[in-house]
C-alpha cells in the first residue's frame, strides 16, 4: 500500500520539527507501507526569498524568480533525508527535475503536463522512501518553474494519482477541515468526512487549508486526500468521492473570505458583447474576477459588479474607466470594505429551503446583502467586512453546524 | 573578448553588495566585453546550512549533503540575475547541471568531468551574461554534486578554459595576492604578479586567497587569473605563466599555516615498504599526509614524522598505533603545538642561498626548526606554534618582501 504524505512549511519549520516527521515516518514504513513524501520549504524560508529579491531588485524576470523560489524545497528534503538515515530509514532526495515533474513554460504558475516517475519508481522498488520537492518541476525548456501558491500540494496530488497511491495525506498545522474558521467560531467542528465538490467550494470561497487547484486535480484523478495535523498526528479530515447513498449534511460549513473588493459599472447598455469586452479586458489584465452579478435591465441599461482579489482592485478601475466611453458607461465605483460569506453543502441541491433561511437569518441580525451568487451547493454573500465575523457566527449556529454528523 | 568573473560569498553578501556586483557587470558590459560569471553563496549561507544539517542528525548522507549545501549558489545566482535586469543588462542563470557541468560521483569532492557548455555559449551568443552557480555539478549518475572547498575557484577556471576566455578574474574581499599575511606583516606588499608555480606554493603551504586546486587547473589549462577585491574594484594580482624572460624574484612570500599537527613514528626497522604500510593505512583512512621526514638510520632503525590537518589528528595516531606491532615500531608520538613556515619564489631555483639565510634568521633569533622540506622553489620549517607569526615578521624583513618588484 503506497501512502503520499505531504509535509507544509510548518510542519517542516526548524530541526526539532524535521526530526518529529522523520519519527513518525519511522512508525509507518515500520508498520509495512510504501511511503512517498513531499515537502514545502521550511517556515518562512520561501517568503524570506522572496523579500530578499524585492530588496535586489524592482525588475525580477520569471525564469529567475522561480530559481530563486525553488531553493527551499531543496534544503528541507535534505535535510528530513538526513534526520531519516538518523533513523536508519533508506530515502533518497528528488528536485521536481529530478522527479520527472514536467510543466509548461508559464513561470510561478506552471502546470503539470507529465510525470515521468521513473526515478521514484525504482527508489520505491528498492525499499526506499523518495522524498520530493513539492512545488517545483522542470520546463519543456528545460528550465525551473514553479507551480504557484499551494503548489506542493499540486506535486503531492499528482504523484499520488501517478502511482496509484491509497491516499495523499496532506500534513499542515491544523487538525482537518472545520464547520467554519475556529478562530472565528469557538466551537466549530472538525468534519470528518467532505466531498471533493464540498471542499472546491471550501476552498474557492476561504477555507484555507487545502488550495483549490490541488482539489481540483484530486478531483479529477479520484485521489482520496487525507488532511491532518503533524503536531498532534490524530486522524483530520477526508476528502473523498461523493457517497451517493450515504444521507448528506444539507450544509456542511460556513466560509468566509475578506480578501476580495467589488467593481461596478453602471449604466452599460444592455446588449450583447458589452459583458464579454469588459471580462475579456479584465483577463488579458490577468486579473481573476469572482462573483459577478448584472442587475435587471432598466431603461435599456444596467449595472454589472463583480468581486475581484483585492491586490488587483486598481488595475480592475483602470482596466474599466478606459473601456467606459467605449461601453458607454456612465461610471465606474469600487468598495474595498466588503467581505464574502458562504455556505457550503452538498445537500443543498434537493433542500431548496438553504437560501431563504440564510437570508432571513442575516437580515433578522441587521446585516445587509450586497451581492449574492450560487451554485447547486453553496451560497455567497457579499456583506459589510465589520460584520463578516458576526455573519460566520450566526449561520454557524443557525444551521446547528456544532451538532451536525 | 570574454572575461569570466567568479565572486565569492563576501563579495554578494547582501543586497547591497549584490547590487554593486551588478552595477560593475553593467560597466564592463558596456565597455563591449562578453561576461560569463560565476557566483558562490551569499555571505555564510553554506555554513549556516551545514550547522542546520549537523541539528538534524549525525547521519548525513553524502548525496543528499551536496542537494543542501549546493542550493545556496541558486539564490544568489536568480538575485544578481534580477539586480542586473533591474540595470537593464540580460543575463540568464544556470546551476551546475543546467551550465553542462559534468562531474564524477565523489559527493562532496567530485571532479569535473567534461563541461558540455552548449547552453552557455547560446547566451553568450545572444548577448545575455550567463550567470552560473558555483562549486556544484551533475554527477553521471544525474545526481547533484560539490566540488569541495573552493570549489567556486574551480568552476569558473574550468569555465574559462573551455570557453576560451581571456582571463578569470577572481572576485574576493581582499586586493590581492600578498608578500605575507597582511593581519601579520603590517607592510606586506601586493604582489602584481605571480606564476602558476609560485600561487600552488603559496596556496598549499597557507596563502588562503585561491585554493590549491583551482590554480592546478588554471595552469594545466593555462587560464590567467586576477584575483582581485569587489569592494575596491582595483587591479589585483595577476597569476600567469613564467615569463623566462623576466628575471624573477629570489623570494616571493613568506606564508604560514598553524592548521596542522605533527605525528612521529620511532624506532622502525630501516627496510624496504615499511613507509610503503604506513602511508598506504593513512591514505585508506582518508588522511592528507603533507610533509614526511625520515631520518637517518641508526643501527638499522629510523624516525618517520609526518605532518597532518590537525582535525586528522586522532585518526592517524589511532592508524600508526594499530600498525605498530606489525611495523615493529618503538613507539607513535605527536605534537599538536606546530606550525609551518615557508618561503616561495620562482628565483630559488638559481639562489641556493635561500636555504641557509632562512635557518640563519631563525636561529638569530633562537627559533628552533623541527623539521623541515624543500621543493625547488619553496623552503617549509616546522617550528614551534606560538613562534610562527615572529618568524613570518623576521623572514619577511630579512628578504627584504616590502620592497622587491
Not at 522498488?125 to 501558491?149: E, M, W
Amino acid at each position: 500500500m503506497l501512502i503520499v504524505k505531504k509535509f507544509g512549511g510548518t510542519s517542516l519549520g526548524d530541526a526539532d520539527r524535521i526530526r518529529a516527521v522523520a519519527d513518525h515516518l519511522t512508525r509507518a514504513k515500520k508498520d509495512g507501507n510504501d511511503l512517498l513524501v513531499v515537502v514545502s520549504a521550511m517556515g518562512k524560508t520561501t517568503d524570506d526569498l522572496i523579500r530578499l529579491a524585492s530588496d535586489v531588485s524592482d525588475v525580477q524576470p520569471p525564469r529567475e524568480y522561480d530559481m530563486l523560489v525553488s531553493s527551499g524545497e531543496r534544503i528541507s528534503m535534505a535535510l528530513l533525508c538526513m534526520a531519516l538515515a538518523g533513523n536508519g530509514v533508506e530515502s533518497v532526495s528528488f528536485t521536481g527535475s529530478q522527479a520527472g515533474v514536467i510543466t509548461d513554460t508559464e513561470h510561478s504558475r506552471a502546470r503539470i503536463l507529465e510525470v515521468r516517475a521513473d526515478r521514484l519508481t525504482d527508489a520505491l522498488n528498492s525499499g526506499k522512501i523518495p522524498v520530493v520537492a513539492g512545488f517545483q518541476g522542470v520546463s519543456t525548456d528545460h528550465d525551473v518553474t514553479t507551480l504557484g501558491r499551494g503548489g506542493s500540494d499540486t506535486t503531492a496530488v499528482a504523484l499520488a494519482a501517478v502511482l496509484g497511491a491509497t491516499v495523499c495525506e496532506i500534513y499542515t498545522d491544523v487538525t482537518g477541515v472545520f464547520s467554519a474558521d475556529p478562530r472565528i467560531v469557538v466551537n466549530a467542528r472538525r468534519l470528518a468526512r467532505v466531498s471533493f465538490e464540498e471542499m472546491l467550494e471550501i476552498s474557492a470561497t476561504g477555507g484555507r487549508v487545502l488550495q483549490l487547484r490541488s482539489v481540483e486535480f484530486a478531483r479529477n484523478h479520484n485521489v482520496p486526500l487525507h488532511v491532518r495535523s503533524s503536531f498532534t498526528w490524530e486522524p483530520g479530515t477526508w476528502v473523498v468521492e461523493e457517497e451517493l447513498e450515504m444521507e448528506q449534511a444539507v450544509v456542511t460549513a460556513v466560509t468566509h473570505d475578506d480578501s476580495e473588493a467589488k467593481v461596478t459599472v453602471t449604466g452599460v447598455p444592455d446588449r450583447p458583447g458589452v459583458a464579454a469586452r469588459l471580462f475579456r479586458a479584465l483577463a488579458d489584465r490577468s486579473v481573476n474576477v469572482d462573483m459577478i452579478v448584472q442587475n435587471t435591465s432598466l431603461h435599456g441599461a444596467t449595472d454589472i459588479s463583480f468581486t475581484v482579489p483585492r491586490v488587483d482592485l486598481d488595475v480592475s478601475v483602470q482596466t474599466c474607466e478606459a473601456l467606459r466611453d467605449e461601453l458607454r458607461a456612465t461610471g465606474v465605483a469600487f468598495d474595498d470594505d466588503v467581505a464574502r460569506v458562504s455556505l457550503v453543502g452538498a445537500g443543498m441541491k434537493s433542500h431548496p429551503g438553504v437560501t431563504a433561511q440564510m437570508f432571513e437569518t442575516l437580515a433578522a441580525n441587521g446585516i445587509n446583502i450586497d451581492m449574492i451568487s450560487t451554485s447547486t451547493i453553496r451560497i455567497s454573500c457579499i456583506v459589510r467586512k465589520d460584520l463578516v465575523e458576526d455573519a460566520v457566527r450566526l449561520l454557524h449556529s443557525a444551521f446547528d453546524l456544532t451538532q451536525t454528523t
